[in-house]
């Protein structure tokens, strides 16, 4: 099984920064994708940011230039570094792990969610 923890949540004001974090753990193979979603108060839940191999990105246009998204392969976890927040930005943060497991001498890729950390931007 893989299993994913948000954390860094909380309150700040606006203007100010915080910084999530996503660790995976479990019997993987390697991690294919990590991104974070945004789920705003009576809202479905959206994509903010991706980073896949290779370091690549893609970034929700509401966060460019605000979010950075990073990835630490030797510790299977993601940062979501969250500068010039806006109330709009409140909601829960989820992560999302794409993972590759062996399983019988094969690889499947999985797709697995974190419970969500809570991001309270004051106006």
């Known amino acids: 099984q893989v299993q994913v923890v948000e954390s860094g949540g909380g309150l700040v004001q606006a203007g100010g920064s915080l910084r999530l974090s996503c660790a995976a753990s479990?019997?993987?193979?390697?991690?294919?994708?990590i991104a974070w979603y945004h789920q705003a108060p009576g809202k479905q839940r959206e994509l903010v940011a991706v980073?896949?191999?290779?370091?690549?990105?893609i970034y929700a246009d509401a966060v460019k230039g605000r979010f950075t998204i990073s990835r630490d392969d030797a510790k299977n976890t993601a940062y979501l570094q969250m500068n010039s927040l806006k109330f709009e930005d409140t909601g829960v943060y989820y992560c999302?792990?794409?993972?590759?497991?062996?399983?019988?001498?094969?690889?499947?890729?999985?797709?697995?969610w974190g419970q969500g950390t809570q991001v309270t931007v004051s106006s």
């Open positions: 999302n792990v794409e993972a590759t497991r062996l399983q019988f001498g094969n690889q499947y890729t999985y797709s697995y």
């Open positions: 479990g019997s993987i193979f390697s991690i294919n994708a």
């Open positions: 980073i896949k191999s290779g370091a690549r990105t």
